[in-house]
């Protein structure tokens, strides 16, 4: 099979070159807005999608696993940190607060992103506006709706909490494999 190397083939090593002159590190840009953009659901909404305006905004989901290092260093020191206790002392969150959206940290990466909106609905909506925007995908766990986001290489979910009056209170992007 071409490309594959045989188990007793020897290690390929790349030939040797002089080292670069070292580049300044490049400038990093404005933080860029993390709203989901607002599109309108189809009657029989899919899962929901990754936007397709990535290449021009980063999709909240795209800051999933990125480090703590390239997220500082992108967008700068946060407005505010705190810490969120989970259920399990192994659950605590360290949370990254910026204008346009929180940043959950495990470890040494981001697994969950908090936003104001997604998927044509927000925070204090009526969670039957998530369920129609979410359509079939949607998962209704009573206090919190869930729906599978693709168009990632790695598994993420969208989350709303719903409180006792039936309105949104958070919206969350995460890796469920975390």
């Known amino acids: 099979m071409p490309g594959v190397l045989a188990p007793d083939a020897p290690a390929l090593e790349a030939p040797a070159q002089a080292a670069p002159a070292p580049t300044p590190a490049p400038v990093p840009a404005p933080a860029p807005a993390l709203e989901a953009p607002v599109q309108a659901a189809p009657a029989q909404a899919a899962p929901v999608q990754a936007s397709p305006q990535t290449a021009q ?98 598994p993420v979910e969208l989350r709303c909490n719903v409180d006792e009056a039936g309105k949104i209170t958070v919206i969350f992007f995460y890796r469920p494999d975390f």
């Open 57 to 154: 905004r980063p999709h909240p989901a795209d800051w999933l696993g990125v480090s703590v290092a390239a997220l500082l260093a992108a967008r700068g020191a946060p407005a505010s940190v705190y810490a969120v206790r989970g259920v399990e002392p192994w659950q605590d969150d360290v949370v990254f607060v910026y204008p346009d959206a929180d940043f959950y940290l495990y470890k040494d990466r981001v697994w969950q992103v908090g936003v104001s909106a997604a998927a044509d609905f927000r925070r204090g909506d009526d969670r039957r506006v998530a369920l129609l925007a979410l359509g079939d995908a949607a998962r209704d766990g009573g206090d919190h709706i869930v729906s599978a986001v693709e168009g990632f290489p790695w």
